[in-house]
């Protein structure tokens, strides 16, 4: 069997990480202003809806009820150097964060550099 490639040409600050952050609908575009101050290796943006905390909940809008078991959300999915994490992680949860239940979450994993192609 093959060994596995070696990594020295990757600085282990330089490693790739991926940060999945849902986030409400309306906070989505300052996260992502706010994302322009650190430097991205590629992103997407996806609308999703999210279920947590609020559970099976009625409330009314504009006159009529809703079921608030999955709640809209914006998922944002991008890629930064390791050591831009901390900048990244900081810009999304000082956009993001309202301190009302259903702000969302942020998500980290770690990417083995060896199995991306940019």
């Known amino acids: 069997m093959p060994e596995p490639a070696e990594t020295d040409e990757h600085d282990p600050g330089s490693a790739p990480v991926q ?3 849902l986030v409400k609908p309306f906070r989505a575009q300052a996260v992502l202003a706010a994302l322009e101050s650190v430097e991205i290796l590629g992103g997407v943006v996806r609308e999703a809806m999210g279920y947590g905390r609020q559970k099976n909940r ?19 999915t991008i890629f930064v150097e390791e050591r831009h994490l901390a900048a990244a992680l900081r810009a999304i949860a000082e956009q993001a964060r309202t301190g009302r239940i259903g702000d ?15």
């Open 19 to 21: 940060i999945i952050a």
């Open 58 to 76: 009625l409330h009314q809008y504009l006159g009529s009820e809703y079921n608030t078991s999955f709640l809209p959300k914006v998922e944002l």
């Open 104 to 118: 969302g979450k942020i998500l980290i994993l770690r990417c083995h550099p060896d199995y991306l192609a940019w």
